[in-house]
């Protein structure tokens, strides 16, 4: 699977777009971007998936680059519940294992 | 709810004592997967089963740890002669696999060994 990059924190303020970016450059036709975040002391929480086209669900939108060598989850109007470690993950289809790195601390704010 | 459960939420147990671990999945969920998370870093993979054969077991998983999966539903997750090192959150994550293997995790159980 892909190796990706992220930054390892980020603030944003409650009420604004949150936009967390991941770097996947050497990522494979056939491997999804995955997106989970976990709120201290809780399991994972799976937000969001896509291949190649932008996603959106009602936690969030995916905006995949067209060359898929980065992405951005979008948190259209964040919360303080927000705050939580985020994990942008690549992975094929089928693969097994979810391989985490060390995500991103997102810190809302008042 | 119709997540997956995992029991029990906290163990506290002494060095060199056996514990067990429960994970029932979502209902209908072909894959059941562990993880084990220590404090600051991300999830990290042990093993994972299919229906109820085990189809693959990281290098973390010693000799002490087993894990099973009789009947294909539930799971448990067995640490033998537990030390230290073990104290760890153990992450349950189940998935249909169905094109994509999105994985749904549960709350995990903290264990601390004294």
């Known amino acids: 699977d892909a190796k990706t990059t992220q930054p390892p924190s980020m603030d944003c303020a409650e009420g604004r777009a949150a936009n967390l970016p991941c770097n996947h450059s050497t990522i494979s036709g056939n491997e999804y971007v995955y997106w989970y975040r976990q709120i201290h002391s809780q399991g994972p929480q799976y937000i969001i998936h896509g291949l190649k086209n932008n996603e959106t669900n009602e936690m969030a939108s995916l905006i995949i680059t067209e060359d898929r060598k980065s992405s951005t989850l979008i948190l259209p109007h964040a919360t303080l519940r927000d705050t939580a470690v985020y994990y942008c993950i690549a992975l094929t289809g089928t693969a097994s294992k979810l391989t985490f790195g060390t995500g991103t601390r997102l810190q809302v704010t008042l | 709810d119709t997540g997956v459960s995992q029991d029990p939420r906290h163990k506290i147990t002494k060095r060199g004592q056996n514990v067990t671990f429960r994970c029932d999945p979502i209902s209908e969920h072909n894959r059941l997967y562990w993880y084990r998370q220590t404090l600051g870093q991300g999830p990290e993979f042990l093993t994972y089963?299919?229906?109820?054969?085990?189809?693959?077991k990281s290098r973390l998983l010693s000799d002490r740890f087993s894990a099973e999966r009789p009947k294909g539903s539930f799971s448990t997750l067995e640490i033998q002669r537990t030390e230290q090192g073990d104290s760890a959150m153990y992450l349950c994550?189940?998935?249909?696999?169905?094109?994509?293997?999105?994985?749904?995790f549960g709350p995990g159980t903290r264990l601390t060994v004294l």
């Open positions: 994550a189940s998935s249909l696999v169905l094109g994509t293997d999105t994985q749904y």
């Open positions: 089963f299919q229906n109820e054969a085990q189809l693959e």
